[in-house]
């Protein structure tokens, strides 16, 4: 069954720390994994993919096919980080559409 | 480049009652999504369509919900009689052809139902 966790709720972390928000999926296949952003009062936006190998506002994410892990990092997190953060699994198998996790609400303490 | 636009923005209804909500997708982009997010929850697939021909629908509860995109651009999602449970954000968004993956969103219609 295809499914993504995001095992984290809420995770709150100090500005300057380092910040890792947590993603596993199952997929039978290859999938394409996404982070997706949420801030507040504003829509829910594409941060980041796998494919990319990009880093966006300082978060990078790899991915870990024997782990079947996606994990958001940064390393000095900053207050304007605080948002809702997804995982989203994207892939042809049973059909070309994409699966989102719970989400992560992450908050940034001065 | 205009986003995907939803209305209304906001809704409350008595359980029983119907609701619906419009969608406009991003000029081009070819397919378009429902979601239901349910407070707490990530976003669930309602319906997908690619152009007007619906692509997956296995999730949507079709003695309440229908959906349709006529002409392939606009979409409505219904909701006759609504229950409950059937609190949540609808989101619309739309992605295009050549980068399918990539999915953009709308604002979202807040549904409560009393």
């Known amino acids: 069954a295809q499914r993504v966790t995001q095992p984290e709720k809420l995770l709150s972390v100090f500005k300057g720390a380092p910040v890792e928000l947590k993603c596993n999926y199952s997929?039978?296949?290859?999938?394409?994994l996404f982070w997706y952003v949420q801030y507040s009062r504003q829509r829910l936006q594409l941060l980041l993919r796998?494919?990319s190998r990009e880093s966006i506002k300082g978060f990078t994410a790899d991915l870990n096919k024997g782990e079947t892990s996606f994990h958001l990092k940064k390393p000095f997190a900053q207050e304007e980080d605080s948002a809702m953060y997804y995982c989203?699994?994207?892939?042809?198998?049973?059909?070309?559409?994409?699966?989102f996790g719970a989400g992560t609400r992450l908050f940034v303490k001065a | 480049e205009a986003g995907v636009a939803q209305s209304p923005r906001y809704k409350i209804i008595e359980k029983r009652q119907s609701v619906a909500f419009w969608c406009n997708p991003i000029?081009?982009?070819?397919?378009l999504y429902w979601y239901q997010q349910i407070l707490g929850q990530g976003p669930k697939l309602l319906i997908q369509?690619?152009?007007?021909?619906?692509?997956?629908d296995s999730q949507l509860p079709k003695d309440r919900f229908s959906a349709e995109r006529l002409k392939g651009v606009d979409s409505t999602l219904k909701i006759q009689p609504a229950k409950l449970e059937d609190s949540a954000v609808y989101l619309c968004?739309?992605?295009?052809?050549?980068?399918?993956?990539?999915?953009?969103f709308g604002e979202g219609s807040w549904l409560t139902v009393v």
């Open positions: 989203a699994l994207s892939g042809s198998t049973g059909g070309f559409k994409t699966i």
């Open positions: 369509f690619q152009n007007n021909g619906v692509v997956d």
């Open positions: 000029s081009g982009h070819a397919t």
């Open positions: 968004a739309s992605s295009q052809n050549r980068d399918w993956a990539t999915i953009y």
């Open positions: 997929y039978s296949g290859s999938p394409e």
């Open positions: 796998h494919i």
